[in-house]
């Protein structure tokens, strides 16, 4: 991260808006860009500050406020702790990832709760906000799942729905498979997972699930395997989209306590 990446950060303040993490201007901050009125005049014309656009992106982000310690992937990352060798794999691809965007592919982090899944895909995502000033948007699944029955209950476009989540440059669907779904909520999924995937949008997955013929979590439930749980056209689709890392180790939360 550079040094004026560490300056912006710097003059931030992370803070807990209801359900979801928010970011503003320390007091008495005034922006070297923009003198905080969010627009630049120049000989070229008048443009908007990008210290400002990526404040309100973050803002409208929908990053839990559980996570607004992660901002980054290197400098403050929640006290992210050494640990088991394929969830440092994993931090080392984001790290990558970052660094080569949008020219690799996104990561598909799957393995058991507790191991940093979330953690790593906020962390990755705000960067992406502050460092380059891309349109990211975090969603749960049990979340996408809601606004999809609302849109049969509302009678609403399905089209309109999943034109809107393609306009973000990178979208996080966390915890995949977390629920079953309907035929139809698989089909919203899969118009969603399709558009993105022809438009060349990033999506990054987490799952707690694992998937047929996994290399390190073999699973006889099929309630416990995602392929069953989203579909196989979709899950085909995501392979394809995705660089799977399969994480493996022990629960965080429950070492932190002990």
Request: glycine share 6%; proline share 2%.
């Amino acid at each position: 991260m550079s040094i004026d990446e560490q300056e912006f950060l710097s003059g931030l303040v992370f803070y807990e808006n209801s359900d979801f993490s928010k970011v503003r201007n320390k007091k008495g901050f005034c922006c070297p860009v923009c003198d905080n009125t969010g627009v630049i005049y120049s000989k070229k014309g008048v443009s908007f500050c990008t210290r400002r656009q990526g404040i309100n992106t973050y803002n409208s982000s929908s990053i839990p406020a559980r996570f607004s310690k992660c901002r980054n992937t290197r400098l403050d990352n929640g006290n992210w702790q050494i640990r088991e060798r394929s969830i440092q794999d994993a931090l080392e691809y984001g790290v990558k990832y970052l660094k080569e965007y949008p020219n690799i592919l996104p990561p598909f982090f799957v393995g058991s709760p507790g191991l940093g899944k979330t953690h790593l895909s906020v962390s990755i995502i705000s960067e992406l906000i502050f460092a380059q000033n891309k349109k990211c948007l975090f969603k749960e699944f049990r979340e996408l799942l809601a606004d999809i029955k609302d849109i049969y209950v509302k009678n609403e476009s399905e089209k309109e729905y999943v034109d809107d989540l393609c306009r973000y440059d990178v979208l996080v669907i966390d915890d995949l498979g977390a629920t079953r779904m309907s035929e139809w909520e698989t089909s919203v999924l899969d118009s969603l997972i399709a558009k993105r995937y022809n438009s060349k949008r990033h999506t990054i997955f987490n799952s707690n699930l694992t998937f047929l013929n996994s290399k390190k979590h073999k699973q006889s439930d099929s309630g416990k395997i995602l392929d069953y749980k989203i579909g196989e056209r979709n899950i085909s689709r995501i392979f394809e989209m995705c660089k799977v890392l399969e994480l493996s180790g022990s629960d965080f939360r429950r070492k932190s306590k002990s």
